[in-house]
RNA sequence: GUGAUUGUAGCUCAGCUGGUUAGAGCGCUGGUUUGUGGAUCCAGAGGUCGCCGGUUCGAACCCGGUCUUUCACCCCA
């Protein structure tokens, strides 16, 4: 006999959780599908392939790996063993575990690009799979909620995300959030005007951290990378920038002058905002920020984080846009935009919040009990006339004492139960009895449907 | 991956510098109540002290390893 435990990073969801994490993604999905985005999924492993070198080395190392079956040690070789990991590694796994939804989305859209009308708008929610250490908000197996549109430059998706973004948190009722919004072409002309062309990789990951840890130590960080102090210091009237959104607009043209790229993304954004007036909606909850930069490498233009204000948990959403997603894959020129939601993240945020509404974990609406046989058969023929007309009903299924079955209601939270004795039965009524209030009253079957409709 | 941290009943936690049969509250089961839950009172069940090994006459307690939890880095949802 032995103790049985759960895989480091990963849970179990009870009916309560499921009930809650259910209300999240039936909002989610609801979303997506009135945008016009269809659903489709991946398998859980991939490729080895597939997946290495799309995420960096850190990303590589958190791929979880599928040991080979059958005897996977039959091509090693001494010396694959004797040149590190890698060699041996090779030879003895073949398939990993998904890490994002991006990647397999890449290699759907390239084997199906035959098949798929362009622009193809696809969303997806499946758990992915990480060997992360674990923390807070922070798990091995967690799930996102992607939608991607791929095939279109137009700046509408852009736009439209943010609606999404918007209609899934006002249906949650979180109010106070913030959609940051950026873009990598203004953070690639921050390099150039400040002499450190071509640098904005190391910039981004230093300038991503200036929330957590501040500008000083970010100015620390940067002459760690190498940036010299003219180039940070032309960065400190950016850093320290308190402007509304015109303002900040202006400045950056006025600060991107001699960069192409970077007055490119500022048009960028100020079409997206054209745009959404043209649809009638304002900027509620958007913020410019000039230095969000998001980690991922395949960023090419929009990019967006999604931030609940005066909660412990990190981001709850973030994407962007990605010029050459499927490159990779060896169909280049195919540009996309893209956002997910974190599932887990937004249960959290709510549980924090304490927005879960109640009605989120009815299930059934009465229990019929009984006090013997005769009564039991008689509450079997009202069970399935209940479930006819659509309402969640069940019948304790053992002979016991009422009690117990009353306990079993109150536990699981059935608002209503039936009681099905001698005295109904005679009268051709149900004894429907209010578990919260207590107050029990007697009603035919056709009032009792009225009743609990 | 680096450095910390946690683990005792279903849950939350006590348990003295190592010393006999490891405790509490809540929960659970039964009774108090032969057609009615939540309250009271009574009784009861439930623990290889995460796991493996070591030190010791003796380990929940000390040491090593391992798994797990939480946290800071790294990175990220």
Not at 1 to 12: F, N, V, W, Y
Not at 147 to 156: E, I, N, P, Q, R
Not at 172 to 192: F, H, M, P, Q, V
Not at 337 to 347: A, I, K, M, P, T
């Amino acid at each position: 006999m032995q103790k049985p435990s759960l895989p480091k990073g990963t849970r179990d969801f009870g009916p309560v959780q499921m009930a809650r994490r259910n209300y999240i993604l039936e909002t989610i999905k609801d979303t997506f599908k009135l945008f016009g985005y269809n659903q489709i999924e991946t398998p859980a492993m991939e490729n080895l392939r597939t997946l290495t070198g799309k995420y960096g080395d850190e990303g590589d190392q958190l791929l979880f790996k599928i040991l080979n079956s059958g005897d996977f040690l039959k091509d090693v070789t001494m010396n694959d063993l004797s040149t590190g990991y890698q060699n041996t590694l090779k030879k003895v796994s073949e398939k990993g575990l998904r890490y994002d939804l991006t990647v397999p989305f890449a290699r759907y859209v390239v084997m199906n690009r035959n098949e798929l009308t362009f622009p193809f708008k696809r969303f997806q929610i499946q758990p992915v799979w990480r060997a992360d250490r674990p923390q807070k908000g922070r798990y091995r197996e967690f799930y996102q909620c992607d939608a991607d549109v791929v095939g279109t430059d137009s700046l509408v998706c852009e736009a439209e995300i943010i609606l999404m973004i918007r209609r899934v948190f006002e249906k949650l009722n979180l109010t106070d959030y913030s959609i940051k919004l950026n873009n990598r072409k203004i953070l690639t002309g921050i390099a150039e005007s400040i002499g450190e062309a071509g640098n904005e990789g190391p910039l981004c990951v230093a300038i991503d951290k200036l929330d957590k840890i501040g500008w000083e130590k970010v100015q620390e960080e940067l002459i760690g990378r190498g940036f010299g102090l003219s180039s940070i210091e032309k960065l400190s009237p950016l850093v320290n920038l308190k402007a509304d959104q015109d303002e900040k607009l202006a400045f950056l043209k006025n600060f991107l002058g001699s960069s192409e790229t970077g007055l490119q993304g500022v048009k960028e954004l100020e079409d997206a905002f054209t745009i959404l007036e043209s649809m009638g909606e304002d900027l509620s909850h958007v913020e410019l920020d000039i230095m969000l930069a998001r980690g991922l490498s395949y960023y090419t233009g929009a990019i967006f984080e999604v931030k609940v204000n005066h909660v412990s948990i990190g981001s709850v959403s973030g994407g962007g846009r990605y010029d050459n997603l499927t490159g990779g894959f060896g169909l280049p020129g195919v540009s996309g935009v893209g956002f997910s939601f974190g599932v887990d993240r937004l249960y959290d945020v709510l549980e924090e919040l304490e927005l879960f509404p109640a009605e989120s974990l009815k299930s059934t609406q009465i229990l019929l009990t009984h006090f013997d046989d005769k009564g039991f058969r008689y509450a079997l023929g009202l069970l399935s006339k209940l479930r006819a007309v659509g309402i969640q009903a069940e019948i304790y299924p053992d002979l016991t004492k009422v009690k117990k079955q009353l306990e079993y209601a109150t536990k699981k939270g059935i608002p209503f139960v039936g009681i099905c004795g001698d005295q109904e039965i005679e009268n051709s009524v149900i004894a429907l009895k209010n578990l919260e209030s207590g107050v029990q009253e007697s009603f035919s079957l056709d009032e009792l449907i009225i009743k609990l409709k």
